[in-house]
């Protein structure tokens, strides 16, 4: 034992050394990795394939393997020695196993210790990738201390590592964008990823200020006969973590062992929520991946109620593209925390945008997409002050358009679902040239009544396009 620890003690002193020397290299562009590929190879109980070669390894319990597989009753940890790193910033697990597991990696940062968890799936050769804590303020590190893996919706189950690689990659921007011809689209990491930025390229889309008020339209400049004081408008609202348009979740408790968090004077169930929490903290980024026609994101989500040290234990998935005058949006979500929850109404999604569009339409007749006459409601409010309206399409879409009956607007869509809860805050009061950061806010949640549960991944699609209610309308007419 005391070998060990002094053989611990000099890779730290070691580590802190080679770290002090070689940190900066590591933000070197060159130096970055594009390649992430996982090897693999034999896993025993004395070795696991780390970064392509067999490294030695050691549990502190004993252990059971049965047909190259951990046998997990327990939690089980694999220890390391010696290892030092390039530094990195993101790290890929390949695996099989029976059960949704439950994995706490360590690892040094210098000589500072760090622990995080992270959740596998089950399946055969499965793989898993994720950034490390805080890899947008730069945190990396150069050395695993251990990994350990416990099952968490059945007593006993089984993995088997097939390797674990690490990699310094490149630290993305905070906001990611991709365009074309008709659409320029945006996604802030710091805020899990939720789409907060969504502009029409093609359709003139202005604002302009009158009596302190701004309005926004398609060629707005020459419909109010006024200055246009923004050509480049973000049709989403972004003005804190809550808005954008997001995954959200509700739980509803029943007796058991969720301590509930409060929000607006009221008690709060669990609530994952892509964006982050109420008090605009982000929820964790745990991996990336974008190119010219795909943004793709997967986010830890944070506890709307409670602070960021109570990240919640799921993971949030989002694939963004732009299809000719849609933009498609593909969701999924798996919940790790074992909760068993009474059903509740779900935003999916929450969507949240400017609110000059103020004007809420849809179509709530009973002869779908046969051009019969559109709703429209006028005067929405707040939507808890007007006691949560629901309102019924039949085309499955709805959307906010300007003050007149052909202004320009933003519509959402979402295969099958019927009920779209809405509601105007502040109407009429918007004063940001930018109104995409004003308070101010038009919303709609497509709402489905489900329970929240745990180890069943849930997924769904929505889609967003632009135009007058017609323009709108005939868009996603062509998904039908």
């Not at 040094?108 to 995080?116: N, Q």
């Not at 968890?117 to 055969?124: D, I, M």
């Not at 919640?312 to 790790?336: G, H, K, Q, W």
């Not at 300007?402 to 809405?422: C, K, Q, R, W």
Request: charged share 20%.
């Amino acid at each position: 034992m005391f070998l060990i620890t002094a053989k611990k003690i000099l890779s730290i002193i070691l580590s802190f050394i080679f770290g002090f020397f070689t940190y900066p290299f590591s933000f070197i562009p060159s130096l970055n990795d594009a390649n992430f590929e996982l090897v693999g190879g034999d896993f025993t109980s004395e070795s696991v394939i780390l970064n392509g070669e067999s490294q030695d390894m050691y549990f502190d319990t004993e252990v059971s393997f049965n047909e190259n597989y951990l046998v997990l009753d327990s939690k089980k940890t694999i220890n390391f020695e010696d290892i030092t790193h390039g530094w990195y910033n993101y790290y890929g697990i390949a695996y099989s196993t029976d059960a949704y597991i439950k994995g706490t990696l360590t690892y040094r940062c210098g000589i500072v210790e760090k622990s995080e968890n992270f959740f596998l799936e089950p399946g055969e050769n499965k793989t898993f990738y994720s950034f490390i804590d805080n890899m947008l303020s730069g945190t990396k590190a150069n050395a695993i201390c251990s990994v350990s893996f416990e099952p968490l919706d059945k007593e006993t189950a089984k993995i088997k590592i097939n390797g674990i690689s690490i990699y310094n990659r490149e630290i993305p921007d905070e906001d990611i964008f991709i365009q074309t011809d008709t659409y320029k689209i945006g996604v802030n990491l710091l805020w899990g990823g939720a789409l907060s930025y969504m502009e029409d390229l093609n359709s003139n889309v202005e604002a302009v200020e009158i009596d302190g008020r701004i309005f926004v339209d398609s060629n707005a400049g020459k419909r109010y006969d006024s200055e246009v004081i923004n050509s480049n408008v973000n049709l989403i609202n972004r003005a804190d973590t809550g808005r954008l348009v997001q995954q959200s979740y509700y739980g509803s408790f029943s007796g058991q062992g969720y301590e509930n968090g409060e929000y607006m004077g009221n008690v709060w169930d669990y609530n994952p929520v892509q964006g982050g929490n109420q008090f605009n903290e982000n929820s964790k980024i745990v991996d990336v991946r974008y190119d010219d026609n795909s943004i793709y994101i997967k986010c830890q989500p944070l506890d709307w109620a409670k602070p960021k040290e109570c990240i919640t234990p799921s993971y949030m998935e989002a694939n963004y593209v732009i299809e000719e005058n849609l933009v498609r949006v593909s969701c999924r979500f798996v919940d790790f925390s074992g909760y068993v929850t009474n059903p509740r109404h779900q935003e999916i999604p929450a969507f949240y945008c400017i609110e000059p569009f103020n004007r809420f339409v849809y179509y709530g007749g009973n002869q779908p997409w046969t051009n019969d006459t559109i709703s429209i409601e006028p005067d929405l409010i707040f939507w808890p002050d007007a006691g949560y309206p629901n309102f019924v399409s039949s085309e499955n879409w709805a959307g906010f358009i300007g003050e007149f009956d052909d202004s320009f607007g933003i519509g959402v869509y979402v295969p099958g679902e019927t009920t779209f809860l809405s509601g105007v805050f502040n109407r009429e009061t918007t004063s940001n040239p930018d109104p995409s950061v004003d308070g101010t806010t038009s919303y709609i949640a497509v709402i489905r009544s489900m329970a929240l549960q745990s180890y069943t991944p849930f997924e769904y699609s929505y889609y967003l396009t632009t135009g007058d209610t017609t323009e709108i309308r005939e868009n996603f007419k062509t998904i039908v």
